[in-house]
C-alpha cells in the first residue's frame, strides 16, 4: 500500500479546567490493576511501593499509588471499611504507610451500587458509592487519600435514566471539593471510556465534552487497555476521535487513553513497542500510571522511564497535548486518521473492547433506502464499524481489498447478505459453533475472509475469498446484551475483524515552552519505512535551521531547516525528538543545548 504520512498542527488550548489545584502537570505513578487484575491486599503490595521508591521512580514524580481492587465493604454505619486481616489498620493505617514513603495513596472506587470486582472477603458482593458519594469523599479525604478514581462496571440509572451521565462525575467533584477541607484529592473519571453518547450528555450549550475538564482532574477516552500493541493503537486512535481533545485537555485536566502496558510481561511487548507505546503517552500528556511488576524493570526500561529529557516533555509548563491531524478524505467518521484498510487482530475481553473492534449488522430495509432493483437480494446488510461510523466495501473481484467507505448512499458494494444463524437485523442472535459467512450481495462471488499479512503473525487482512475457505466463517457476540454490535471473530485464526487503521506512518508533535517541540515519528505500517517530518506543519518556520535531538539518548541526530526523515523504522518502531531553533551564530558541527 502506498505510504500515507500524518502529520500535526498544534492548536491554540482553550482549556478552563477544573480550578483544584491539583495535577498541574500528568500524573506518573503505578496502577495494580494490569500487573494481576485481581484483588489487592497490603502484603501484596508493599514491596511495589518499596520499588517505586527504591527504583528512583518516586524521585522522578512517579508518586501516585492506586490499589485497584482492595475490597472494600459497606460497615454497619455505612462508612467503607476494608478487613483487617487483608488491610491492617484499615484505609487510614495503609495511606499513612504510603505517605511515609513520600507516595500518593490511590482509592479506586464505583459511582454505581456494586463496583467492578467482587473479592472473597467482601461482605456485599462488591463496593459502589451509589447513595453514599458525598459522606464517602469526607471519608476518605480524612483518611489522607490523595487520588481517587471512579468508574462505572455497574451504573444504576439515575433520575434521568442515563447510567453515564456527567451529572453523577459532578457529585464526586463537588463532594471531593467540600472534602478539601480535610485533604485535596485528585480526581480520576475513568466510567464512560470513550463512549461517545456518554460523554456528549451535557446540554449543547457546555459543548461536546466539555464538561470533562470541569468536571474531573483526568478523563478516560478509550475502552481499557488490554495486553497488545493492538489495544494501544485502538486506544489511541479511539482518543483521536474524541472532538476537540485536545483543547480540552492541559493544566488541570488530562486527557487519559489508559494506563500504561510498558514492561508489562503479559502484554509481551518488543522493546521498539515499548519505546514507542511510552513516547506517545508522554507527547499527549496522559498519565503515566505503570500496571506491571516493578521489581523486575530491567536497567533499560528502568532508564526510559528515568530519562531527564521525557520527564521534562511531560511536565512541560504549556502542558500541550500533541495531536495527529490530516485524516484520509477516504475514510468515514472521526476514527478516520491512518487509512481505511480493515484488518484481524487478536480478540480482546468484551470490557475492555475497542470500538473498533464493534460492529453492527443494519438491515439496508430500516434505511428507507431502494438498492432491490440494482441487483441486491432482500435481507441485504450494512456491515458498519461503531468507531469510525464507515462500512466494509469490497472489490469488485474475489480475493479482493475489503476497506470501509461511507454508509450512504448503499451501493451494491457495500452490500452483504448473512446466513440465518447470524442474523440479518439490528439484534444479531448467536451464530453456530461453525461459524456464519458473511456473503457479498447481488451477483457477486466471495465471501469476507481475511489472509495473513507478511512479516508478522498479529494481523489478518480482511478480503473477499472463496464461500468454501475456511477464513470465510465468523462468529459474531454483542458486547452487552441490550446492544447490537460487538466482536465479529473469525472461526478459523480466532482473530477479531478491526478497522483500526495499519500499513501508515503517523507523526504525533506538539509544541513545548520556549519556543521548542517534540514529536514521535512511529511506523505503524507492516514493512520496514521511514517517516518525515515537515518543520512548518508543527507551525515552525519552512526556512529556520533546526536541531532534531533523540530524547531517548541525547544525541543530535540532524541539523536541518525544513524537514527531518527518520532512518528506516520496523513496524511499532518510533523515532522520539525535540526540535529547537539552532542558534545563528553556533558553527554547524557544535551540539545545541536541548535538557
Known amino acids: ?189 475513568i466510567g464512560f471510556k470513550g463512549n461517545p453518547e456518554a460523554m456528549t450528555a451535557q446540554p449543547a450549550a457546555a459543548g461536546p465534552y466539555g464538561w470533562l475538564n470541569r468536571t474531573g482532574n483526568s478523563w478516560r477516552t478509550s475502552a481499557d487497555i488490554s495486553y497488545s500493541f493492538t489495544s494501544i493503537l485502538s486506544n489511541l486512535d479511539t482518543q483521536e476521535g474524541v472532538a476537540n481533545v485536545e483543547t480540552l485537555a492541559g493544566p488541570g485536566g488530562w486527557a487519559d487513553p489508559d494506563m500504561l502496558m510498558f514492561a508489562n510481561q503479559r502484554a509481551g511487548l518488543t522493546p521498539w513497542e515499548d519505546a514507542s507505546h511510552l513516547a506517545l503517552w508522554v507527547v499527549l500528556k496522559a498519565p503515566l500510571l505503570l500496571s506491571t511488576d516493578l521489581t523486575t524493570l530491567t536497567p533499560s526500561q528502568l532508564a526510559m522511564l528515568l530519562n531527564d529529557r521525557l520527564i521534562a516533555v511531560h511536565d512541560d509548563p504549556l502542558g500541550q497535548q500533541a495531536r495527529r491531524i490530516r485524516p484520509d478524505p477516504a475514510c468515514p467518521g472521526a476514527m478516520g486518521p491512518g487509512g481505511c484498510s480493515v484488518t484481524t487482530a487478536p480478540a480482546v475481553p468484551a470490557y475492555s473492547l475497542p470500538l473498533t473492534m464493534q460492529w453492527d449488522f443494519v438491515p439496508v430495509s430500516t434505511l428507507g433506502t431502494e438498492v432491490d432493483s440494482r441487483g441486491a437480494p432482500n435481507g441485504s446488510v450494512l456491515v458498519r464499524n461503531v468507531g469510525t461510523g464507515g462500512c466494509l466495501r469490497r472489490s469488485s473481484n474475489l480475493n479482493g481489498t475489503v476497506s470501509l467507505a461511507p454508509c450512504s448512499p448503499p451501493d451494491l458494494q457495500l452490500l452483504w447478505v448473512l446466513d440465518s444463524s447470524m442474523g440479518a437485523s439490528q439484534q444479531p442472535t448467536a451464530a453456530t459453533a461453525s461459524g456464519t459467512r458473511v456473503r457479498a450481495a447481488g451477483s457477486a462471488s466471495g465471501c469476507l475472509g481475511t489472509v495473513p499479512v507478511p512479516m508478522t503473525a498479529e494481523f489478518g487482512l480482511a478480503r473477499t475469498v472463496s464461500c468454501d475457505a475456511p477464513t470465510a466463517l465468523w462468529r459474531h457476540g454483542a458486547v452487552y446484551l441490550n446492544m447490537s454490535f460487538g466482536l465479529v471473530v473469525n472461526t478459523a485464526d480466532g482473530r477479531a475483524l478491526d478497522a483500526a487503521p495499519r500499513d501508515v506512518v503517523n507523526i504525533f508533535g506538539g509544541r513545548l515552552a520556549g519556543m521548542r517541540w517534540a514529536a514521535v515519528l512511529l511506523n505503524r505500517a507492516t514493512t520496514n519505512r521511514t517517516v518525515t517530518l515537515e518543520f512548518s506543519e508543527l507551525g515552525a518556520s519552512a526556512q529556520a535551521e533546526y536541531d532534531v535531538t533523540d530524547v531517548w ?34 558553527a554547524k558541527s557544535s551540539p545545541p543545548d536541548m535538557s
Open 1 to 189: 500500500a502506498a505510504m500515507r504520512k500524518w502529520l500535526v498542527v498544534v492548536l491554540a488550548a482553550e482549556v478552563a479546567a477544573w480550578a483544584n489545584n491539583r495535577s498541574i502537570t500528568p500524573p506518573r505513578g503505578w496502577s495494580s490493576w494490569n500487573w494481576k487484575q485481581t484483588c489487592t491486599t497490603n502484603a501484596m503490595l508493599r514491596p511495589q511501593a518499596e520499588a517505586l521508591v527504591s527504583t528512583g521512580l518516586a524521585a522522578k514524580g512517579y508518586t501516585v499509588f492506586m490499589a485497584d481492587c482492595a475490597g472494600p465493604s459497606r460497615a454497619a454505619d455505612n462508612s467503607i471499611a476494608l478487613p483487617e486481616e487483608q488491610w491492617p489498620g484499615g484505609i487510614k493505617a495503609w495511606n499513612a504507610y504510603l505517605h511515609r514513603k513520600g507516595l500518593q495513596a490511590g482509592f479506586y472506587t464505583d459511582y454505581g451500587v456494586h463496583g467492578c470486582c467482587a473479592c472473597p472477603w467482601q461482605t456485599n458482593s462488591s463496593f459502589g458509592d451509589a447513595g453514599h458519594i458525598e459522606a464517602d469523599m469526607a471519608q476518605l479525604a480524612s483518611a489522607g487519600t490523595d487520588y481517587i478514581k471512579v468508574d462505572s462496571c455497574q451504573p444504576v440509572a439515575w433520575a434521568d435514566g442515563k447510567p453515564d451521565d456527567p451529572g453523577q462525575y459532578g457529585r464526586f467533584r463537588d463532594a471531593i471539593a467540600a472534602a478539601a477541607s480535610h485533604r485535596p484529592m485528585t480526581y480520576s473519571i
Open 553 to 586: 539518548s541525547g544525541e543530535r541526530l540532524a541539523r536541518t531547516s525544513g524537514s527531518y526523515t527518520t532512518n528506516p523504522l520496523r513496524p511499532h518502531e518510533s523515532e522520539f525528538v525535540l526540535i529547537k531553533a539552532a542558534p545563528v551564530s553556533e
